[in-house]
């Protein structure tokens, strides 16, 4: 893949509802930018003005009668404006990119959940990637009640949030299936159901790892 061509890093977190990765990351962008590193965070679906547009239509409680190729299609149409407009060449800029969500995301609710396989999500992630892989993944992982709590509590309701606790069950499930099947040594397992700082403290060590 083509991330030993680049120079930048590509660390993105994964996993399912309410285990704390938007906040996480704007940690983790701030502690890598005062040790002098040029970083940028991003979250998917979104990340600049098309793919926030698509963000819109693909999220949206409204759009409940959406086919499920349509979902597919519309995450990977983000995806692929993300990574030409601002991802790749970050990364040839040498900076660290940080992503909330990314082509692992697509791989679980769409490839395993939605039934849609595999083999092909990753064939339209290696499309809207141009075949990149992050350095590293880390998995927040927390119990579904948990997670839904958190989520409840911030007022957020999408589309996919709507869904019913089997979904995130699966979600849960298929994630750590992911993980522990990699054979690559990018994803890192994190027990998202701790404090705040206790998974901050997991995840830095997890990056410390990575960088040279
Ligand atoms: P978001 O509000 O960003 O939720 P979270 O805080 O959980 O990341 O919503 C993104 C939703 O879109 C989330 O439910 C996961 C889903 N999603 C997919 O189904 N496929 C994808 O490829 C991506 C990027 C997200």
Known sequence: MTNQKTLGLLITLEGGEGGGKTTQIVRLRDKLTALGKDV??????????VSEQIREVVLSAKNAGMAYTTEVLLFQAARAQ??????????????????DRSRDSSVVYQGIVRGFGR????????????????????????????GLARVAEAGNNNR?????????????????????????????????????????AAIWQATQNIFP
């Open 40 to 49: 940028i965070a991003l979250r998917e679906p979104g990340g600049t003005t």
């Open 82 to 99: 993300i990574y030409r407009e601002i991802v790749l060449p970050s990364l040839a800029a040498g900076k660290v990119v940080l992503m």
């Open 119 to 146: 083999e092909l999500i990753d064939q339209l992630n290696d499309i809207s990637t141009k075949n990149t892989l992050p350095a590293l993944t880390i998995l927040l992982d927390v119990p579904v009640p948990t």
């Open 160 to 200: 996919m949030e709507m869904q019913g606790t089997e979904f995130h069950e699966k979600v849960r499930q298929a994630y750590l299936d992911l993980a522990k099947a990699d054979t690559t040594g990018r994803w890192k397992i994190i027990d998202a159901s701790q404090s705040l700082e206790a998974v901050e």
